[in-house]
């Protein structure tokens, strides 16, 4: 069964410091999609990242990195030299080509405090 | 750049009435969807519809639920008789059909607040 993992209920950073949010996912599919979109306080959901399960090439987008692993089936997210504004709720998703309908399955998401 | 909007941005109702919840999905998106967040956890699947019927549905999705595409641009939900539980914001996502196209749009959300 589709599932996906966010360990990290809650991370405190101080501004400036790095930090790595994990996502580690179960399919059974070969085909499928991994996503990390952004809930600021204000509610809404930002999309971040889409990465296919063919493409396990790391990205990077400004302070923004991903590390796709299929080995252990897991998709992190690193921000580096964090910032107050980066305060969010970040969530990890799972679209499986198999269902037909590519409903995402949303991980339990980590709160990131940056203090300044 | 094209968006999926929401309305209301908020609701308070009472419990036991009736809410429709609206969205208007990307114009030329095929596949649409519903979640919700209920405060402080994950979002979750409600359905799928796509070709005006309902493609999946999950658990939550009960009897109470009905979505519509009345129109060629809205997409709503109704949630037939609230409960307290139904406390939540939802959000309508949409995107384009094809096997390529695997990122959904997602509106701002509506959060219901059911007294």
């Known amino acids: 069964a589709q599932k996906v993992t966010q360990a990290q209920t809650e991370i405190s950073v101080v501004e400036k410091e790095d930090v790595t949010l994990d996502c580690v996912y179960e399919t059974r599919d070969t085909t499928y999609y991994l996503f990390w979109y952004k809930q600021p306080p204000s509610g809404e959901l930002v999309f971040l990242i889409r990465r296919n399960s063919f493409d396990e090439q790391n990205e990077i987008s400004g302070r923004y990195s991903w590390n796709f692993q299929k080995s252990t089936s897991s998709f992190n997210f690193t921000i580096t030299a964090s910032q107050v504004v980066d305060s969010a709720v970040y969530f990890c998703a799972l679209s499986e080509l198999g269902t037909g309908t590519y409903k995402y399955i949303f991980g339990t998401g980590t709160r990131l405090k940056v203090l300044a | 750049e094209p968006e999926v909007t929401q309305t209301p941005s908020h609701q308070v109702t009472q419990m036991g009435q009736e809410v429709i919840l609206r969205c208007v999905p990307i114009?030329?998106?095929?596949?649409f969807y519903w979640y919700r967040q209920i405060l402080g956890q994950k979002v979750e699947f409600l359905v799928s519809?796509?070709?005006?019927?309902?493609?999946?549905k999950s658990e939550i999705f009960d009897d109470q639920f009905s979505v519509e595409r009345p129109d060629g641009s809205n997409f709503t939900l109704k949630i037939r008789s609230t409960k307290l539980e139904d406390s939540a914001m939802y959000f309508c996502?949409?995107?384009?059909?094809?096997?390529?196209?695997?990122?959904?749009?997602f509106g701002p959300g509506t959060r219901l607040l059911v007294l």
């Open positions: 114009s030329n998106h095929l596949y």
């Open positions: 996502a949409s995107r384009l059909e094809g096997l390529a196209e695997e990122t959904q749009y």
């Open positions: 519809f796509y070709n005006n019927e309902i493609s999946e």
